[in-house]
Every structure is written in C-alpha cells, then in structure tokens.
T-cell receptor, first 113, second 112 residues
C-alpha cells in the first residue's frame, strides 16, 4: 500500500529566508503527487501537483517542488518565505487510476519575524 | 464555478440529535469525498462516491450515513454521534483522471 512520510512535523524559519519541506513516498510504478496547504480554520488548497512530464513543478504563491523518482521524493521549496505562509502543509500521493489519495502527517511552517 | 461549497460552516449538536452536512460542486467532477479531520492531523478518508455510487467506505460507524442525490450534491447524515466525533468535516471532488481533489472549507462539528 502507498504511504507518505513527512519527517518534519514543524519547521521554523525566519521571514525572507528559503525553506524546504520534505516528502518521501513508497515506491510505485506510476503516481500522482500533490502538495496542499491548510491555513488556520480553512479547508485544503492545492499548491502544486505532479502528474507527468517535467520533474520541476511550479505552483501558487512562489512554491515549487521537484519529483525525484530514484529517491521517491517530492520536496517543496520556496526561496523567500513571508509571514502569510504560516500554515500546515500536506504532501499527498495517489496511484494512477486510484480514487484515494494518501496524505502525509503534515508539516507546520512557522515563520519567525 | 471552480469551488466546492459546504453548509453549515459550524454545527453544534447533542448526542441524540439528527443533522445533515451538505456539499455541492458544479465543476462536473465525477468523484466526491467525505473526510474527517481532527486538530493537528491530516484528513482521514470516510467515503468516496464515483458516478453517484458509493465506491469506498473506510469502515465508518453507521451513525454516519452518506448520500449522493445527484452528481453535484453530497450529504452526510449524522445520528447519535459521540463527543469524539467532534472534528472538521471536509468535502472534496475530483475529475475523472487527475485525482486532484478540490476541497471545500469544511464544517466544524461539535458534539456535546
């Protein structure tokens, strides 16, 4: 069965500094990969997705992620964070053709002034 | 219209009450989902409807009863809930092939 690991439960980072949130998934032949963001008291919003094609994926709010098949990773990056990026970030994976997506446990991004 | 709407935003109910949560999407998506999310945890899948038929039930207690009246609507009927059922209930929908799920804002449920 597919699984997702987000090793960091919380990541503190200073405002305007770069950040990387790590995500690893269990191996599968063909997968779809997602990063979702959840602001306090809100639903989940899609940041970016990898379905096929270029391994570098650009999303909203200046975020990007790189799909690395050999490392089974899909790390999320932003070159300069803002206080408004304070939120919970979930990595998710699904096998192609499957209705279910599997979420990681989430990483709380805490921006320090 | 590219959003999923959910009503009500907040719901407080007693353990003997019957209530319903409603979800609506007009994106022509063929799959709709109910999730339960506790604080500081990821969403937990409860039910999946595909082409208006229940395709996945993740061993959810029978006090939760889903219903899909048509391709745009999804309900979750609640009866005899327990305080531990208090959570954020999220609805989502997805297209045929991409599995990208669009989430609603959720209903914050409190069971007294």
């Amino acid at each position: 069965a597919q699984s997702v690991t987000q090793l960091d439960s919380q990541v503190p980072v200073f405002e305007e500094a770069p950040v990387e949130l790590r995500c690893n998934y269990s191996s599968s032949v063909s997968v779809y990969l997602f990063w979702y963001v959840q602001y306090p008291n809100q639903g989940l919003q899609l940041l970016l997705k990898y379905l096929s094609g270029s391994t570098l994926v650009k999303g909203i709010n200046g975020f990007e992620a790189e799909f690395n098949k050999s490392q089974t990773s899909f790390h999320l990056r932003k070159p300069s964070v803002h206080i408004s990026d304070t939120a919970e970030y979930f990595c998710a994976v699904s096998d192609q053709g499957d209705d279910k997506i599997i979420f990681g446990k989430g990483t709380r991004l805490h921006i320090l002034p | 219209d590219t959003e999923v709407t959910q009503t009500p935003k907040h719901l407080v109910m007693g353990m003997t009450n019957k209530k319903s949560l409603k979800c609506e999407q007009h994106m022509g998506h063929r799959a709709m989902y109910w999730y339960k999310q506790k604080a500081k945890k990821p969403p937990e899948l409860m039910f999946v409807y595909s082409y208006e038929k229940l395709s996945i039930n993740e061993s959810v207690p029978s006090r939760f009863s889903p219903e899909c009246p048509n391709s745009s609507l999804l309900n979750l009927h609640l009866h005899a809930l327990q305080p531990e059922d208090s959570a954020l209930y999220l609805c989502a929908s997805s297209q045929e092939w991409s599995n990208e799920q669009f989430f609603g804002p959720g209903t914050r449920l409190t069971v007294l």
